[in-house]
C-alpha cells in the first residue's frame, strides 16, 4: 500500500481541479497499455478520492523480492500472470482503493473478469508514439525488448484492443498533460455518478 508524503499529496492535488468525493465503495482499477499513464494518474486519483493507492506491479516486486523483468527471464510470462492474477485478485476482495494494473493484467480472462465483477474499469488508451514517449527507458519493459518498440507497441496495442475494450470506462490520455488527463478521469467518474464533485 503506498502512501504519500505531504510534498507529493501537494504535488498530485496541482492535478486536480476542485474537491470530489466517491459515492461507490468499488476499487476503481486503471488498465490499459505501458505508458498509458496508469500509475501517474492513479496516484493523482487516489489523493484526488482520498483512498490507497496500489501498484499490481509493484506489489508483484515486492512479494517476490524479484524486479519484473527477472520474474519474466526466470519463470517466463505465464508465471508471471499468474502471479498477477492471485494478488489483482485478493485485493479486489479488500477496502476499495485506487488500483493501477499492468499493461497485459486485463488481458487474461479470470483477471478481467475478477476486475469487471467487482470493480470499475477504466481504460487509458494512447497511441502507441505517444506511449513510448512516456515510457521512455524501456529497460524495465521486458516485453518491449524483442525487436523495435514502437512496432511492439502497435503490435500489442491491435492485438489487446478487444480485451481494453471490455472495460467499463474508456479515457484518451493523449498529448495532453496530466492535470487534463484527470480532468476527464474525474469527469467520467462523475458522469457516471461513482463520484460527486463537492
Ligand atoms: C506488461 C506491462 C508492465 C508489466 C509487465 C508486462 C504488459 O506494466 O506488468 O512488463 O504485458 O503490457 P506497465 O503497464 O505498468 O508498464
Redesign the pocket.
Known sequence: MLTFTPEQRRQFAEDIDGDYRPKTNKTIVLVG???SG??ALGKRLAVALDRAFIDS?SIIEQESGLR?RDI?ELSGEKK?REI?RKIILRYLQGPAIILST????FCTPETRAGINAHAISIWLDATPKILLRRIGNTSS???LHTGDPLQILAN?RQKRLSDYQQAELHVRTGRHSRRLSMKKILNILEQNSYIEAL
Open positions: 497499455l505501458m505508458g496508469k500509475s506491479d519484473i519474466f508471471f498477477e499492468g499493461g497485459g493484467a519493459r521486458p516485453l500489442l
